[in-house]
């Protein structure tokens, strides 16, 4: 085998083999709102939809990206493997990282002398550790297509100037169009190809070719941009930038130019040196930068310098390391918010592409040195290169495992960014460790007073904890900041829903809806209200919507399925409590749910199983104590019957027939009429007309006539 076929096999391979345990990976960051959330995903019918919707798939319609290449490979991952199995979205960004690796190596064996500087140049990008994000989350695709699209584009360019077939130039045109297709950045494929051939020029290569070549990819880069601005409106970045994501673009033009020439130091720092790596380096982690005497400033506005500077002035001098400095200052423009302000001031993700450039260098480097040293000793230099790129990446890798995991090495990193501390917050509360929610929550507001999510879940960790009447300042402060806000009339309805005041939650609910008349919560929770009243035809036709606008939420068909229950309508409640337990297993209302059925069928056994797994996730669950004391009851075990019950009365007071059969339990079995009585009392104040009550009083007489 040929070092060439070597390197082209082996720098891919590597590749591949260093990212393979991302495959154990869930969701993370982004991947929830873009994937999990994304209804157009979820219909092979919607696919014509996607092409013609932001990235971002938001109920105003707007929107200020558009990547649908990107938004295809997610749906055709999600139609392949029919659901959202995150394996297997991870596999295909390792599998387009080995061929972006390949690529980057077939071009750097073409443009560089030898196979040594070549493959170096290939290793170096396999391994190094600044990739980790755009591999390892998810929605990092748009950033490895988009360096696939540039890559090829480059490549097939070179063929197309030296070759007489016409497919090469179609190839190259279609290229361009596919890599701004699947990200911003990928407009600079054309751009690159033009340094290259300034670089690199082809000779013999008649001018009406590489007029057509170059007017095909300004086709393509016209064509692109005109299906964003039909999309989202504008050929800009269309909504208002938030402040916390980029602080540099409200500081206006000064300081925010200013800003992004520090954070060119700190991605010349991740490109050479990353050992310090994070998920976000939003407000307030990067301070900005207001004036010019600002070292960070001077030293950013050199690198600046040097980059564009050298690859001019090395044209002729030295074409590959030309060439490399070129596509590093093409690549990085666009991210580097020195021309245009965008949603991120520093995201490692977004060196992905410009990388390229830095590893080309590394090649033409060894080029340069080659016949000045050994090669043995060049060897000896590389390997220990790439394996301190490996053992770095290595260590990094399992940072992205997961929410928690990612948020908190990014704290460690990134202690004064709100958009972390806000994000840890939210991992906190998805896992039940509700105090520390709250802490986290605490720091974002102070570190960025104005942070109104954070304000938001605030709200959301308090009521969760029992606080709601706390809650109310938090959530009305964000009403008053974002009025026309469906989520946060939602959350002020579940605070006073806590509190027992069911009129002012059905009050915000109904806001929600005049806000956002598709919000699945506000329907489900309108029709639990509704459920709890005793009104079960409305409560079904509310609960139904939640389902069509929501039907990937387990909760909302459990509530539709409980509905259903009171309606006596038993085999569609089972059918829902299935879907249930088809989308969220472990979901400890889905297990109340699944205890419910197998009562319905007669299965004893089961239900209590999954009614004491119901509990146990969460035991805060009235009602799976309550069937739990009826399960206990048939049973025969009256002791264990009255704890369940007794557990359930505790959870909610006002559960009548809990407390009817607690009574009738302590009056007829456990011989303590006292309490049998102070029950009996209860459930006939609450519900004097519920079935059995007859029985109840005459119960009641009859503990009074014992006394």
Known sequence: MTGRRLALIGCPLLAVVLYLPTIGHTFVFDDRGIIEQNPLLRDLRDLPRLVVSPY?????????????????????????????????????????????????????????????????????????PVHVEAISAVVGRSDLLAAAGVLAALLLHRRALSAHWRGHVVAAWSAVFLALMAKESGAAAAFVCLAGDLTFPV??????????????????LAGGLLLRALVLGTLGVGQAIPFVDNPAAAAGFPAGRLTALGTVVRYAGLLIWPRHLSADYSFDQI??????ADPMALAGLLIVALVAGGGVWLMRRAPPASFALLFVAISAAPISNLILFIGTLLAERLMYLPSVGFCLLLGAMVAVVRPRLTSKLIVVGAALLIGLGMVRAAMRIPDWKDDFSLYGSAVAVSPRSARIRHNLGNAYLRRGELQEAEAQFRTAL?????????????????????????????????????????????????????????????????????????????????????????????????????????????????????????????????????????????????????????LMQGDRVRAERELRAALQGDPGLARAANFLGYVLAQKGDAAGAAEAYSRAVEIDPSLYDAHASLGVIYAEHLNDPDRGAQHLEMALSLAPDQPGADRLRELLRSLAKRE
């Open 203 to 220: 000779h013999g290569v008649r001018a009406r070719r590489r007029v057509a070549l170059y007017a095909g990819y300004g086709a393509a």
């Open 287 to 292: 301070p900005i930068i207001r004036s010019p």
């Open 56 to 128: 971002w798939h938001l109920k105003s319609g707007k929107g200020s990206l558009y990547r649908p290449l990107t938004t295809l490979s997610f749906a055709m991952d999600r139609l392949l493997v029919r659901g959202l199995h995150a394996w297997w979205y991870h596999l295909v960004n390792v599998l387009l990282h080995g061929l972006v690796t390949f690529l980057l190596t077939l071009l750097a064996l073409e443009i560089l002398p030898g196979i040594l500087p070549g493959a170096l140049a290939g290793l170096a990008f396999a391994v190094h």
């Open 446 to 598: 102070e570190i960025y007073a104005d942070f109104n999510d954070a304000r938001i879940n605030l709200g959301v960790s308090l009521i969760q904890q029992g606080r709601a009447a706390e809650a109310l300042a938090p959530l009305s402060s964000a009403a008053e900041l974002a009025p026309r806000n469906a989520e946060i009339a939602i959350n002020l309805g579940n605070a006073y829903r806590a509190l027992g005041q069911t009129g002012e939650a059905e009050r915000w609910y109904e806001r929600a809806l005049e806000l956002d008349r598709e919000s699945a919560p506000a329907w489900n929770n309108l029709g639990a209200i509704d459920l709890a009243r005793g009104r079960t035809v409305r409560a079904i036709e509310r609960l139904q919507a939640a389902v069509r606008l929501d039907p990937d939420a387990a909760i909302h068909r459990v509530n539709l399925g409980d509905a259903l229950v009171a309606a006596a309508r038993l085999p569609e409640a089972a059918e829902q409590f299935d879907a249930a337990s088809r989308l969220d297993p472990q979901h400890p209302e889905v297990l109340r749910a699944q205890g419910e059925k197998a």
